[in-house]
C-alpha cells in the first residue's frame, strides 16, 4: 500500500511537469490562430505578450523551485557532514 506521503510526491512530481507542457502546447496553438483572427495589430501583439508573459512566469517559477530545492538539498548534505564529523 502507498502512503499519503509518497502519493502526493508522485502526484507533484508528475502534475508540474505535464501542467507546463501543456500550457506550453495550449498557448503555442493559440498564438497563431489569434493572431490570424484578430483584425488588429495591437490586438495580437497584447495577446502575444500576453502569453510570451505567461511563459516567463512559469519557467521562471520552476527554475527558482530547482534552485531553491539544488540548496536545500546542499544545505541538507552540509549539515549532515557537519553531524557525521562531530560524531566520529
Given at each position: 500500500?502507498?502512503?499519503?506521503?509518497?502519493?502526493?510526491k508522485?502526484?507533484g512530481?508528475?502534475?508540474?511537469p505535464?501542467?507546463?507542457?501543456?500550457?506550453?502546447t495550449?498557448i503555442?496553438?493559440?498564438?497563431?490562430?489569434?493572431?490570424?483572427?484578430v483584425?488588429?495589430?495591437?490586438?495580437?501583439?497584447?495577446?502575444v505578450?500576453?502569453?510570451?508573459?505567461g511563459?516567463?512566469?512559469?519557467?521562471?517559477?520552476?527554475s527558482?523551485?530547482?534552485?531553491?530545492?539544488?540548496?536545500?538539498?546542499?544545505?541538507?548534505?552540509?549539515?549532515?557532514?557537519?553531524?557525521?564529523?562531530?560524531?566520529?
Open positions: 500500500m502507498i502512503s499519503v506521503d509518497r502519493f502526493e508522485l502526484v512530481e508528475l502534475a508540474r505535464y501542467s507546463i507542457v501543456a500550457l506550453s495550449s503555442a496553438v493559440s498564438i497563431p490562430i489569434v493572431a490570424i483572427r483584425s488588429s495589430y495591437e490586438g495580437a501583439g497584447v495577446f505578450g500576453a502569453c510570451f508573459t511563459y516567463a512566469l512559469i519557467y521562471g517559477a520552476k527558482w523551485e530547482n534552485a531553491r530545492v539544488a540548496r536545500d538539498k546542499a544545505d541538507e548534505a552540509k549539515a549532515e557532514r557537519i553531524l557525521h564529523d562531530d560524531t566520529q
